[in-house]
């Protein structure tokens, strides 16, 4: 492998990650990275488990969700370990062989098409986890090369999704705050409440609704009362 080659791509991948303007296209960005610059690699994916219910993000196949399908089906496979367990790297190397440890998924797998696979624990979010995957349709296509080369696309990978999540919850608070202070301005002028008042008024009709505050001052915003 290259790796002068591979450290200028992967330098300009990393500003091309922190370039995005959205967590889901730095999300694609990473798993399009994984294809052009991990050797062997046909798909991947970032599965995410909420629980035990997967979510399959990015995907640059079908291959990568019907896997994660399966994994989320028999709670077993490598990138569902990967992600549940906080491994930081699970790699199988030919599906044409036995693998004790997922007896059920590993033929199963060789079925959807995978020939070899690796799971890189991506981030960990509160009671999230993650893993970035990367499939091959062929049998031994992943070397050591190839998962050194996906263990520093990963942790490039983490940095940029975590810079893209925080930048978006700003943004959402911002936003937030915006239309609860504007919802507080039009409680105020039509019911001749105070700044605190108009406040009140949403807190508690949020509280006694379960009714999330960003949602009811928007609803003020929108009708101009509750």
């Known amino acids: 492998m290259d790796w002068d080659r591979f450290a200028q791509q992967m330098a300009s991948m990393a500003r091309d990650l922190l370039a995005q303007r959205s967590v889901d296209a730095t999300l694609e960005r990473i798993t399009a990275s994984a294809t052009e610059l991990v050797e062997g690699c046909d798909a991947a994916g970032i599965l995410v488990l909420h629980g035990t219910t997967v979510e399959t993000l990015a995907p640059t196949d079908q291959l990568v969700v019907d896997s994660d399908r399966l ?7 490598p990138c569902f370990d990967a992600a549940r367990e906080g491994e930081g790297v699970l790699r199988i190397p030919d599906f044409s062989a036995g693998q004790p440890r997922w007896p059920l998924f590993t033929p199963q797998a060789r079925r959807l098409g995978v ?86 008024v949403l ?4 509280q006694e609704h379960n009714i999330k505050l960003r949602e009811v001052a928007r609803r003020v915003c929108e009708q101009g009362s509750l």
Do not use: C
């Not at 994994?71 to 496979?77: A, D, N, S």
């Not at 202070?181 to 008042?197: D, F, N, P, V």
């Not at 807190?203 to 949020?206: A, D, K, P, Q, Y």
């Open 71 to 77: 994994q989320e089906r028999l709670r077993e496979g």
């Open 115 to 200: 020939g070899s696979m690796m799971g890189f624990l991506l981030f960990t979010v509160d009671e999230d986890l993650g893993a970035l995957n990367l499939y091959s349709r062929e049998p031994g296509a992943f070397t050591e090369a190839s998962e050194l080369a996906g263990w520093l696309l990963a942790s490039h990978a983490a940095v940029a999704f975590s810079s893209a999540r925080t930048h978006a919850q700003l943004k959402q608070a911002v936003t937030t705050r915006h239309v609860i202070g504007e919802a507080m301005g039009i409680l105020m002028g039509s019911h001749r409440l105070t700044e605190e008042e108009a406040f009140d």
């Open 203 to 206: 807190r508690r009709f949020s």
